[in-house]
């Protein structure tokens, strides 16, 4: 598991071309606001306050990004699909958010965010599209597993792979409060950044 040694905010875009140009694997959180996407980094980082929690849902339109341990990137993407967003502001997410899966060469995981409580919808399904088509390994995080009994999350994922047409083994209950799931998102995001490492080595 990585150990948390050292993690800064680098800086907030939004527009591609202010995006920061590294070599550095990047690692992107997505999903609806008030998902948990501030509270789960914030859990996984092991820092309280590094993504402000419960800031006005759908407001900021940005990506904030990231380095940890001086070697990995981590893109914050703006939460989607709130419904009080007014219309302009909710019309420039998905450019953004498209153009960013498409175009960020340094992308090497994905993690799309469903509350364990709901189903995904719309943008959830589109993303998730988007993310397929430009072949972006992507992990399906569930958030606030806590809230429901085991009995009651077996059936959700059930539900909610259903919805999705993807395997249990793409999905991972997550808690920001118990902190379940920490080790296994760890592992997933030094896999995969190590990976492209090693890729990189070789040319
Ligand atoms: P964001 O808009 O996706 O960044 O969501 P936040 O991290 O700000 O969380 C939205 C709300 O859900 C806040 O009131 C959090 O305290 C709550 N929340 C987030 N994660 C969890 C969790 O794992 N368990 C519980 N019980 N509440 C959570």
Redesign the pocket.
Known sequence: MIKIKDVYFLKSCGKISEFPEYEYPEVAFL?????????????LMNRKRL?????S?GVTKTINFFILNGSISIADLP?FGYANVRRGLKKSFMPLMSRYIAGRKNLVLAFL?IDIRRLPERHEKEILHLLGKNRIPTAIAL?????LSRGKQAGRIKDICGELGVGQGALFP?????RSGRKELLDLIADYAGRRREALARV
């Not at 999903?31 to 859990?43: A, C, D, F, Q, T």
């Not at 997550?174 to 118990?178: D, I, P, Q, R």
Request: one cysteine or more.
């Open positions: 999903g609806r606001s008030n998902v948990g996407k501030s509270s789960l980094i914030n859990m993504v402000k929690t419960g800031s849902p939460g965010l958030t606030k597993c806590d809230k997550t808690s920001a409060k118990t």
